[in-house]
């Protein structure tokens, strides 16, 4: 498979609409790189630039030390899957997957083997001779892919595949993309979603891209425990982390802050004695949130609504202050608590601390 490395590249329109830039990101053989954001951040044309089918206009992209900015998507090694499935209607499941080797002018042999490894990998053996009419949204996604599978490419790209697909389907062709993964573990994927618990539970690193760049690249569990800036606390995460204003009153390995309208909330980010007086966010995933009756406590706050999910119960809370309203999700069922007057606590390894949008783990 294939290292991809991505300096200083940028995408702009007509010389003055800039898209994206100072895009640096250095992918390794085996990665499996999910680009995740907002709407109109870029994470779909950049992955198209990767593809070829987007002019890069500046910087360099390279795919095994070679430079591509200008070779044909064609001469990339790379396989690219939409968002739509593109089949040929009237071509069978074997039909599709092989169309692109018989116009390589392949053999037979080497068609046949390769279409035959792919419907092993993809669970499609029992449905090579059907037409894609006669299949359901995920068996037809799997044919997709399996196109990808049997050119053998150095990169795949996948550009929002399971979009089209209602929840249930997109769960199970979520785990049959991740056991694919692991059937192929020297594949290097770049998948691009809008969906979290995709990009979570599929990604071996997130780029999180925000204001035409990247705002974290990390793992998963990087990007949830320690995101570097306020907006991949809010973004990654559901519901989005609490942000809560407050000025720092204790300095050293623990931080102390006095939130407005609220209490004293301890963090493990390290503070110097410069750092008193501080006016910061302290963020707190509502998940962290622990119901306390003592007088140590971050937040207290009148319940406004309650959502029972079963395992777990979401505390809506009156807003306090100049603090925005406050999320609690507690495991268990807690209608009781709705109209209540509830303490909030956390501990302070939970505890992030950013100021001027900057966590200051990160400092």
């Not at 702009?12 to 790189?33: A, F, H, R, S």
Request: one cysteine or more.
């Amino acid at each position: 498979m294939a290292e991809l490395k991505l300096t200083e590249v940028a995408k702009t329109y007509g010389g003055t609409v800039d898209v994206l830039k100072n895009i640096n990101l250095d992918i390794k053989t085996g990665e499996l790189i999910v680009f995740v954001g907002p709407s109109g951040c870029g994470k779909s044309t950049l992955l198209r630039m990767i593809a070829g089918l987007e002019k890069i206009t500046g910087g360099e992209l390279q795919i095994d030390g070679r430079v591509v900015n200008d070779v044909p998507p064609a001469q990339r090694g790379i396989a690219m899957v939409f968002q739509s499935y593109a089949l040929y209607p009237h071509m069978t499941v074997r039909e599709n997957m092989s169309f692109a080797l018989k116009l390589a002018k392949k053999s037979k042999a080497e068609i046949d083997a390769a279409v035959t490894r792919a419907a092993k990998i993809l669970q499609l053996e029992d449905y090579l001779d059907r037409l894609p009419k006669a299949l359901s949204g995920g068996q037809r996604q799997r044919v997709a892919i399996g196109r990808s599978i049997v050119r053998d490419p150095k990169v795949y790209l996948f550009d929002e595949p399971l979009s089209n697909l209602d929840a249930a389907l997109r769960v199970a062709t979520r785990i049959e993309i991740a056991q694919l993964k692991e059937s192929m573990p020297d594949s290097t994927m770049i998948y691009v979603t809008h969906d979290q618990v995709e990009a979570m539970t599929l990604a071996t690193r997130i780029v999180v891209l925000a204001n035409k760049g990247i705002a974290q690249v990390g793992t998963p569990l990087e990007l949830y425990e320690r995101p570097e800036n306020e907006f991949v606390a809010q973004f990654i995460g559901s519901p989005a982390m609490n942000l809560l204003a407050g000025e720092i009153v204790g300095t050293g390995s623990v931080t102390t802050v006095k939130l407005h309208g609220g209490g004293m909330v301890k963090s493990a980010a390290p503070t110097q004695d410069s750092d008193m007086g501080l006016q910061v966010n302290v963020g707190i995933r509502p998940e962290d949130m622990i119901e306390t009756t003592g007088d140590d406590y971050a937040f207290e706050g009148k319940v406004n609504i309650t959502e029972a999910l079963g395992e777990v119960t979401l505390l809506y809370f009156d807003k306090v202050g100049e603090n925005a309203a406050v999320i609690g999700k507690l495991p268990g069922i807690h209608a009781d608590l709705r109209g209540k007057s509830v303490r909030m606590a956390a501990s302070p390894d939970k505890v992030q601390v950013f100021a001027n949008g900057q966590s200051l783990y990160y400092r």
